[in-house]
Every structure is written in structure tokens, then in C-alpha cells.
């Protein structure tokens, strides 16, 4: 197999709300700019684009901004790379990549990473059986493919983005058996709304959606357990006690389920500007461990690398958009090209206050990492290596000090997901056991392959590269 090879002076990695912007914004600013894509159309999960134009969300205002932001890269004349899959990046800055059943290597000046969010899991017993998935996998589902998660869905977890979910239920003229948040929020809504009038709008919408699912609503109350033998049956949940926890003792069934939807919000993607060696920290707050950005050019640690979007830190569609634009404008300014002081000055100053507004919901919806406690000494906390909670506590008591060596002892973290989906619980375990704060437990560092690829494109893609291998 052959690869190819190409060059930019700005390289954008993400084509949702940030990285679309981030193309657009260097592109006007005078750079050639490359913006690549895991997915086979741009605008990310926030601006997701249906398979069929018959589709009943082609009209909804997420997609048509999704469409319109990579209608306007287009015009602009950045290429678009859709359908590529990063596998590895070096300092350089060269990109690794699969492109299909292609090999694709890329060299650029300056470098983007606005990869987005992933969904942060948090393992319950039984949360393997088929018919359990995260809410943003069913939302993909049904947006994107028009397919149905169900026939009979619990929709559950904690966060803003299940309203989210349960909206897009309601769109697609889907009914929900039940609603189940861990928060009982009531009036503390308010005074966020009061500081963000502009914000009530969509929230007021998106209150509609969910009771149009016509979900029995179940608050303060929180999944327990999964149950079924081949596939998902029922699904069990449990009030929250003043202490925070699940009071098992008063615990009930929801019957013929067929379909668990359950999430407790985002965390970043981090890989390529880990691999990179960009300084990153951890922050509750914005969903765990994120890459550090300037927030008057999207600059990291690594000159010439910028971040922007969820990989900066959870905060949602607008403030990616604001941070894409602001790294957009510095990654050209690092190739040379000019860029408007005052226009930065006012993306920046929109993006605090974007930013005030996301941070006041996560301190709202905090994620609950000490549901982990709630998993059996048998269950599952890594899907891909089929590694226990026991495993892991066994692990600890042998001696392991950090999720870094957890991961050696056990192999937990080390599947196809390289860490990505059991990670944070993982940290959360260990964090807890050990008596040290979730940072100090450390996350999983990135290691050649970033994501599996098959060993004939990662050879070609080498071939590419100045003596066939990875400086």
C-alpha cells in the first residue's frame, strides 16, 4: 500500500463549531489551510449533519449553522478532509493519518487541535449488556443515521446535555419511557439565567422537547443497575440520599426497557496535543484534564501549536466557536499573515462571558465521580481488556500508586479505546483508594497508535515520513 503526502501552513484538526472556525478565520487572514475530520461530514456532534437531506433535522438551527459554517470554509478555499482518522503527530509539525483505506501524511507550519469532547462513562453494573450506550452515541444514532436506540428508552445521568438529548427524541417524534437526573435543581437555575437573560431562549426550548418526550421524571435519582441476560430487560434505579449516595434500600425496577441512554458530561480530547508535549491540567470544572490556551491567540506551550473548543475545556458550541476564531487568527499570525487587534479584543471579551455561563452549569451539574464506589467488585471498569473494580483495587494494594501504574499491572486502559472511556473512572478509583486528589492520580499518556489503524496504512504513512519512521 502507498500513502501520500501534503502541506499547509495552518493544519486545523476538527471540523466541528471550533475547528471550522478556526479554518475560516486563518483562511481570511491569508493562510493555506488544511481542516480535517474524523466524520464523513463536517460540524461535529453540536453542528451534526443528517445522512439523507430528507431528514427531518435537516432544518434544525444546530445543523443548518453546522452546514453553513463548512459551506463558508468552502468558499473561503480551505480543504476540507473529511472521513480522516489521526493516528499519530509529531513536532513539526507532521500528522499521521488514515484517510479511508489510505494512508495520509501531513506537514504544516502551524497546527490547530480543536478535537473536540468525548463522553465521560462512569461503569455501573451491567453497563456492557447490549442495548446500554452513552445519550450522545443516541443522539448520533438517531440525528445522523435516523436510527432508533429503542423501541422502550430510559434516558438518564446528569448534565445540560441531556435536555439536549431528550430534545432530539422529540424532534424525531420519539416517546421516552423515563427521564432520570441526579441533580434536583429547582430555583438554582435561576440566578444563572438572571446573569445570561439571552441563555432562556434555548433553555425554554429545550424544557419543551423533554416534556414532549411524555418521560415519568425522575429527579434526585440515579441508575444502579442494568439487568437483562442477553441483552438490556430493565433497568434499576435508586434515590440520592443527603450524603450524595444511592440509597439502595429504596431502590426499584423499570421493566421492558430496551434501550439505557445515560451520560454525566464531557471530557476533552487530548491526545494529539499530549502526544505533542503541550502543558495541560486538570480542572473540574471544564471536564478533567485539558490542554492550557491562550486566551488572546489559542497559543499552547508548544510554539506554534494552538488549541481551541472543548480540548481548552468543556464549555459547549459557543464558546468553541469563539475560541476556534481567536486560534484561527493567532495560528496565522504565527505564519506570517496579519491579524485585527480589535476584533480579538472583542471575541475575547465574548468568550469570558461565554464562558462564565458554561462554568455556572457545570458548577450546577458537578460530575458525580464517586458513583464509582457504586460498582461491584466484579463489575466492569475496563470494557476493552475486561478489567474489575476488584482488579484495580488489587493492583493498588500491591503496590500501584498512580492510574499510570494501575494501567501496567492490569492492562486496564490499554484496549482499542486506549483509555478513553474508562479512564476517568479509572483516576476516580484510584484517586479515592489511595487518598489523593484526581489529578494527582494522574490520566493515561498517549502512545503510538492514538487510535487503532491498520499495520499496512501506518507503514505507508511512515514511508512517507524522512527515513520511513517517527523522528
Known amino acids: 500500500m502507498t500513502g501520500s503526502s501534503q502541506k499547509c501552513e495552518v493544519l486545523v484538526i476538527g471540523a466541528g463549531p471550533a475547528g471550522l472556525a478556526a479554518a475560516a478565520a486563518a483562511r481570511e487572514a491569508g493562510a493555506d489551510v488544511i481542516c480535517l475530520d474524523l466524520f464523513a461530514r463536517p460540524g461535529g456532534q453540536y453542528g451534526m449533519q443528517p445522512a439523507s437531506p430528507a431528514s427531518r433535522f435537516e432544518a434544525v438551527s444546530q445543523v443548518a449553522e453546522g452546514r453553513a459554517a463548512a459551506a463558508r470554509c468552502l468558499e473561503l478555499g480551505v480543504k476540507l478532509l473529511t472521513e480522516t482518522e489521526v493516528f499519530w503527530a509529531e513536532p ?63 434516558l438518564a445521568g446528569s448534565g445540560p446535555f441531556l435536555f439536549a438529548v431528550a430534545d432530539t427524541f422529540a424532534k424525531a417524534g420519539l416517546r421516552l419511557r423515563a427521564y432520570v437526573e441526579l441533580q434536583g435543581l ?8 438572571v446573569r445570561h437573560p439571552s441563555r432562556l431562549k434555548e433553555a425554554a ?17 440515579v441508575v444502579v443497575e442494568a439487568l ?11 434515590p440520592i440520599g443527603g450524603d450524595g449516595k444511592p440509597q439502595r434500600s429504596r431502590s426499584f425496577t423499570i421493566d421492558g426497557v430496551d434501550s439505557l441512554c445515560i451520560g454525566y458530561g464531557f471530557q476533552p480530547v487530548i491526545d494529539v496535543t499530549s502526544a505533542l508535549g503541550a502543558e495541560h491540567r486538570h480542572d473540574t470544572l471544564l471536564g478533567g484534564w485539558r490542554c492550557v490556551a491562550d486566551p488572546l491567540t489559542g497559543a499552547t506551550s508548544v510554539a506554534g501549536l494552538y488549541a481551541a473548543g472543548e480540548t481548552t475545556g468543556i464549555g459547549g458550541a459557543g464558546p468553541a466557536r469563539l475560541s476556534g476564531r481567536i486560534a484561527g487568527l493567532g495560528a496565522a499570525a504565527g505564519a506570517g ?13 465574548q468568550l469570558a462571558d461565554a464562558r462564565d455561563f458554561a462554568q455556572g452549569l457545570a458548577r450546577l451539574f458537578p460530575f458525580p465521580g464517586h458513583l464509582v464506589d457504586e460498582l461491584s467488585p466484579s463489575g466492569t471498569l475496563c470494557r476493552c481488556e475486561d478489567v474489575s473494580r476488584a482488579d484495580v483495587e488489587a493492583a493498588i494494594d500491591d503496590g500501584a500508586g ?22 476517568s473512572s479509572l483516576a476516580e478509583l484510584v484517586a479515592r483508594r489511595i487518598g489523593v486528589s484526581v489529578a494527582e492520580a494522574g490520566c493515561n499518556r498517549p502512545h503510538m497508535p492514538l487510535r487503532p489503524v491498520p499495520l499496512s496504512i501506518a507503514g505507508a504513512a511512515l514511508a512517507q515520513a524522512d527515513g520511513g519512521c517517527i523522528r
Request: net charge positive.
Open 186 to 193: 429547582g430555583s438554582r437555575l435561576l440566578p444563572l439565567f
Open 92 to 154: 513539526g509539525f507532521r500528522v499521521f493519518a488514515r484517510q479511508g483505506q489510505e494512508a495520509l501524511v501531513i506537514e504544516a507550519n502551524q497546527m490547530i487541535v480543536a478535537s473536540g469532547a468525548m463522553e465521560r462513562p462512569i461503569p455501573f453494573d451491567g453497563w456492557t449488556l447490549p442495548g446500554v450506550m452513552t445519550a450522545g452515541a443516541a443522539q448520533r444514532l438517531i440525528k445522523a443515521n435516523g436510527t432508533l436506540p429503542g423501541n422502550s428508552t430510559v
Open 402 to 423: 498512580d492510574a499510570l501504574a494501575v494501567k501496567m499491572w492490569t492492562r486496564a486502559g490499554m484496549g482499542p479505546c486506549q483509555g478513553r472511556i474508562c479512564g
Open 205 to 221: 426550548g429545550l424544557l419543551r422537547g423533554l416534556r414532549a418526550t411524555g418521560a415519568s421524571l425522575h429527579r434526585r435519582h
Open 228 to 238: 437483562g441476560g442477553q441483552r438490556l430487560e430493565a433497568v434499576r434505579l435508586a
Open 337 to 349: 499573515k496579519t491579524a485585527r487587534a480589535d476584533e480579538i479584543a472583542r471575541l475575547a471579551r
